[in-house]
Each structure stands twice: as structure tokens, then as C-alpha cells.
């Protein structure tokens, strides 16, 4: 347990579950760079370094996404609190990570008197120490029971712990679209498995809209996105002991107009050989070849329709910014009695 009674870490006193994790992540890194065309998996892009640069990336002007979600917070905030009102519930974060947005909804919710705790769930134990000391300083009457854990173990957390509250789970941001709809579709179903009835989980999507302005979104002027990308090389080399040089790489974002996705790769600027010591294996690279390291997908509005349908949610209602970039989707959980 950390001294932070507001948070506590899911088999933090397991040593196996650690070694797990390590191994997990070498074996990932090891199949990745192995295959033809390379990949290495984005939930690697959120240790302790990663989510402060994807902070940094959140208070971006080009990013978006952030501002679009504050403004939809602000303007239907109360709005959510009347739904959930005279009912004692969990407003379970999932993938909190410094929860600037959550906390707009939180104000709202205790200025309306509803009776909640806060339950953040994020894999950076250095982003929920973040978010602890936020939450203690801007709203100290919270009651917080943060985990520091990957979304399915707090998801399945959530499933038997606290049953006499109901649910609000929030997966704000753009986080949906790191799934590509077969991931985001099992997901969901897992998100609706571990619900009860009448459950609530707001969702954010990012929709699909001028190629520009994704573009530069993805490839910010001052570099913090490229950084935070070639953190995942840095990582191997701090955990694995790789020899990356950070120089040799670029970042390149890009739209994929048939899939609706922007990509994001790490491109080799020449020849090179990375060995990985915790893999006892070098691998080779050609000048401008690349490994992908993200999908993030935009959505148009019947797809999130689709989507509700198709993983047991009945949409309560549509949250929209001003600017048509984003929408938050409000989803009750469905689950009709089978026959008797």
C-alpha cells in the first residue's frame, strides 16, 4: 500500500505480479519488433514518464479533444448530476490519469448534493499520486478510492466491490479510439459484463472531421507528441537495457481516410542495430522503416450508435461541443431477465 490512503495498488504486494508485468512487457517487445511491418503496443506508452508527457500533449493548443470535453463538462455537468440525483453512487474514472477533466464534473456533482465516491482507475501510480494531490487540495470533502491497476483488473474490481452503490464509469478523452472496433466492441461487452442494471458509463468519442486539424493534433508544433512516442523507446531502454538511440528516430503521425484512424510511427532515420539485453536478441533496421506505435480512430455518430447496440447499452443521450469535434455519449446498461 502507498501512504496515500486515497489510492491503493492492485497486487502491489504480489512480487510474482510485478515480475508478470515485466515479463509481459518483454515478451510484447520481443513479438513486436519481430514481426513484418513492426508494432509496439500503445498501453506501453503510459509508465510514470509517459502519462506526464501526455498531460503536457493534453494541455496542447492544437490537441483538441481536451478543451471540446472541458466545454461539454461544464455545459452538462448538471444535467448528469440530475440523473443520478437522490442515489448513492461510484464515479469510476477508467483511465484517470491527471482527472482535470473528471474534477469539472465532480464539482458539479457535489454542488448538487449527490451522494458519491470517486474511484480513478489508472495504470501510473505516479499519475494517481498526481491525481490524489489534485483531488485533496480542489475538493478535499471527496472521498477518493483511486486503483493503480490496467483497466480490466479494476474493471473486474469494480465488479465486487461497493455492489450497493451505482455506477457512473467515465472513459472520457479519446481513449475509446485507441481500440480498434473489434478491441472497442470487447471492451465494452467486458465494461457491460462486469455493470449492473441501469448502470451508467459516459463515453468520449472523437469524430471524424477536417483532416488538418487531426493532423496537427498528432504532430504539435512544440514536439511534446514526438516525445512522448519516442518515450516507448526510452522505456526499453530503461527497463529492458536496449540501446536506442533517441537521435536515429522520428515521429510521424498520419489520417487514414479508409479507416478512419490517425497512425502513429517511429521511423528509423538511417541503418541501425538495437540490441535488447533482457531479450538477449539485436534487431535490425532499415533506413525509414518504421514501427507503428498507435491507432487512435475517429468515429461518426451512427457508429457510436452501432456500437451502443451492438455491446448492450441503451444511449440516454448525446453530449456535443460547440465546434462538432467531440461527443460524450451517455449508455445505460442493458440487461434484460433471460426466459424463466
Known sequence: ??????????????KVALQDSERDFALDVLVGLSEKPKRLPSKYFYDDAGSEYFRRIMALDEYYPTACENEILERHGTELAARVAGQ????????????????????QLAAA???FVYVPIDISEGAMQTLSETIGRELPDVTMRGLVSDYADGIHWLGVHHAERLNLALFLGSNIGNFDRARARAFLRRLWNELREDDLVLVGFDLKKDIDVLLDAYNDSEGVTAAFNLNLLER?????GGTFDLDKWRH??????????????????EPQR??????????EFQAWESIHTEYSYKYLKTDITELAADTGFVIEAQYGDSRGYFVDSLWRVNKPAGPT
Open 88 to 107: 448513492r453512487i461510484n464515479v469510476v474514472d477508467v483511465g484517470a490519469g491527471d482527472g482535470k477533466k473528471t474534477v469539472v464534473l465532480l464539482r
Open 252 to 269: 510521424y503521425g498520419t489520417y487514414d481516410v479508409l479507416s478512419g484512424a490517425m497512425k502513429s510511427y517511429l521511423v528509423s532515420l
Open 274 to 283: 538495437v540490441y535488447i539485453d533482457a531479450l538477449s536478441h539485436e534487431f
Open 113 to 115: 448534493g449527490i451522494d
Open 236 to 240: 526499453i531502454n530503461r527497463e529492458l
Open 1 to 14: 500500500m502507498p501512504g496515500d490512503a486515497r489510492y491503493e495498488v492492485l497486487d502491489a504486494q504480489r
